[in-house]
């Protein structure tokens, strides 16, 4: 299957700082990438879908201006957690969508672990 | 999106075959079903998706009855590396944003 990375896989960091996680899409163009969050024991909740080019949609009660997604390229998207809180550790994963024959299938990176002390 | 029902664990064999049903009674015509794994603290991995006619790959099998309201996910063999959380979705072929909705999914346990 298609292969999407996500950098780092694990970052720590105080309360107040900000981060950014990177996903790309290695061997494939993705026009529309999906950040997602999940809480431990938890489902995965999508965060917004990020398209190419242009603004990225946000899911209700997601903050935008806290959670800062660029989709630059058709092969890099990154989300910065801005002015991270405890409460915002969590597992963030991003998904890439590819267009095949039939139907469009997303595959997702392996994650990255955020926790905010 | 269509809701999906699953149950919430199952225990396998290693060697033997996995079933893992879904609900899924309200799905429309153009939705296809797509089944997704997440092993622990990795990101979901795709599995199969089918629209109305049964499919086969290297991972698994995916049988979807005839009036579409339910499908089972079959693992062949299942091994211990089977182990993971099993999420059912449904999704219509293109809606612009091709949203993947997770429910809770089936957690699968396969014992030596």
């Known amino acids: 299957g298609a292969v999407v990375s996500q950098h780092p896989s694990r970052v720590i960091c105080k309360s107040g700082t900000s981060v950014k996680i990177e996903c790309r899409s290695l061997?494939?163009?993705?026009?529309?990438m999906f950040w997602y969050r999940q809480f431990p024991k938890q489902s995965l909740m999508l965060m917004a879908t990020?398209?190419?080019?242009?603004?990225?949609?946000?899911e209700q009660g997601v903050e935008k201006d806290k959670f800062l997604i660029n989709h630059a390229s058709l092969t890099l998207s990154t989300l910065t957690v801005t002015s991270a809180h405890p409460e915002d550790s969590s597992f963030y994963i991003c998904?890439?969508?590819?267009?095949?024959?039939?139907?469009?299938?997303?595959?997702f990176g392996p994650g990255t672990r955020l926790t905010v002390l | 999106d269509a809701k999906t029902t699953q149950p919430p664990s199952m225990d396998c064999a290693e060697g033997r075959a996995a079933n893992l049903p879904c609900n899924h009674s309200?799905?429309?015509?153009?939705?296809?079903v797509y089944w997704y794994r997440q092993i622990h603290s990795q990101g979901p991995q795709y599995i199969i998706h089918?629209?109305?006619n049964n499919e086969t790959n290297e991972m698994a099998s995916l049988i979807i009855t005839e009036d579409r309201k339910s499908s089972t996910l079959i693992l062949p063999h299942a091994t211990l590396r089977d182990t993971a959380v099993y999420y059912c979705?449904?999704?219509?072929?293109?809606?612009?944003?091709?949203?993947?909705?997770f429910g809770t999914g089936t957690r699968l346990l396969v014992s030596p």
């Open positions: 089918g629209l109305k």
């Open positions: 979705i449904v999704r219509e072929e293109d809606t612009g944003f091709q949203k993947l909705v």
């Open positions: 990020s398209n190419e080019g242009s603004k990225a949609t946000y």
């Open positions: 309200t799905i429309s015509g153009n939705e296809y």
């Open positions: 061997d494939f163009q993705a026009t529309t």
């Open positions: 998904s890439a969508s590819l267009q095949g024959r039939r139907a469009d299938t997303q595959y």
